[in-house]
C-alpha cells in the first residue's frame, strides 16, 4: 500500500513557513491504518515488549493501536494537568515552541521494557523528552517507532544510540 499516497500537505501551520504533514486522511482509511500499525510493530514483534508509550496527542492513536497489535498495555504521556495522581514531568523546545510531558510516577513500576511511539520524528524534542520521562520512572526504553520521519530536521541526532523504526521518511 502507498501510505504517502494518505498523507496532506498543509501549508504555513501552524505558522508561516511550515509544510505541516496531516496524517489524518490515512487515519480516516480502515485499510491505510491497519496497514500503518503493521509496519509500525513489524521489527518488535517476537520481542518482550511490556507496554506502549505514546505522546500526546497523535501519539496516543498510534501508540494505543500499536499495543493492541503487540498484545501489551499502553501510558499516555500526557500535557501537564491532565493526569491524576502523583506524576512526573519533562519540559522540552519544540519546532516550534515549548512543552512538557507528564506521566504517573508508578507507570513503568519495575523497568518495564518500553516502546515509545509517535506519529511524526521531526527535530527529535518530543521524543529525546520522552526517554528522558520514562527512563527517570525506571522504565527501560527498548526502541522508538515513527510512522512518519522528517529526515531533513535530524530528529535522530538527538536519540543517540537508540533503536528507531520510521514507516516513511522525506
Known amino acids: 500500500m502507498k501510505l504517502f499516497e494518505y498523507i496532506r500537505d498543509v501549508p504555513d501551520f501552524p505558522k508561516p513557513g511550515v509544510m505541516f504533514k496531516d496524517l489524518t486522511p490515512l487515519m480516516a482509511d480502515p485499510a491505510a491504518l491497519d496497514d500503518s500499525i503493521a509496519r509500525l510493530v513489524a521489527p518488535f514483534r517476537g520481542e518482550p515488549i511490556d507496554l506502549v508509550a505514546g505522546m500526546e496527542a497523535r501519539g496516543f492513536i498510534f501508540g494505543a493501536l500499536a499495543a493492541k497489535e503487540l498484545a501489551c498495555g499502553f501510558v499516555p504521556l500526557r500535557k501537564p494537568g491532565k493526569l491524576p495522581g ?3 514531568a519533562v519540559s522540552y ?10 506521566a504517573h510516577r ?4 519495575g523497568k518495564r521494557r518500553i516502546l515509545v511511539v509517535d506519529d511524526v520524528l521531526a527535530t527529535g524534542g518530543t521524543a529525546s523528552a520522552a526517554l528522558e520521562l520514562i527512563e527517570k520512572l525506571g522504565g527501560e526504553v527498548v526502541g522508538c517507532a515513527f510512522l ?3 529526515v531533513f ?10 533503536r528507531i ?3 516513511l521518511s522525506i
Open 86 to 88: 502523583a506524576t512526573a
Open 93 to 102: 523546545d519544540l519546532e516550534y515552541g515549548h512543552a512538557t510531558l507528564e
Open 106 to 109: 508508578d507507570a513503568f513500576k
Open 148 to 150: 512518519l520521519e522528517l
Open 153 to 162: 530536521l535530524d530528529g535522530r541526532s538527538r536519540l543517540p544510540g537508540r
Open 165 to 167: 523504526q520510521s514507516v
